[in-house]
């Protein structure tokens, strides 16, 4: 199993830039698929990015591409978020989120939560105009 704990939250200015870490346990991290959710109140989690356990595979919500990146260091046991360029609609608070292997055929069922066994406690990230 693994333990997930989200760091690296705060308050920027939009266009500014954050950079959110995701810290596991566990000896099996290599083979657990990553991800990074949002959820603000009163709205459903939304899919932002993961990472592949294998391959290296990466994927993205549609209104971050280009803007952020996701990325592992296995050896850590960490994952990332960079978020560059970051809009007021990007406040939210932001959940690490794990599943063992998670080899999927398409984008909808990386982006769907149910699939997820382990979560983080969240970050809040504040951008503000």
């Known amino acids: 199993q693994v333990q997930l704990v989200e760091s690296g939250g705060g308050l920027v200015q939009a266009g500014g830039s954050l950079r959110l870490s995701c810290a596991a346990s566990?000896?099996?991290?290599?083979?657990?698929?990553m991800a990074w959710f949002r959820q603000t109140p009163g709205k459903e989690r939304e899919f932002v990015a993961s990472?592949?356990?294998?391959?290296?595979?990466?994927y993205y919500v549609d209104s971050v591409k280009g803007r952020f990146t996701i990325s592992r260091d296995n050896a850590k046991k960490t994952v990332s978020l960079q978020m560059n360029s970051l809009k007021p609609e990007d406040t939210a608070v932001y959940y690490c989120?794990?599943?063992?292997?998670?080899?999927?055929?398409?984008?909808?069922?990386?982006?769907?939560?149910?699939?997820?066994?382990?979560w983080g406690q969240g970050t809040q990230v504040t951008v503000s105009s």
């Open positions: 989120a794990a599943v063992y292997r998670g080899d999927c055929s398409n984008y909808g069922c990386y982006a769907t939560p149910n699939r997820y066994d382990y």
């Open positions: 566990g000896r099996t991290f290599t083979t657990y698929t």
């Open positions: 990472i592949s356990w294998r391959g290296g595979y990466t």
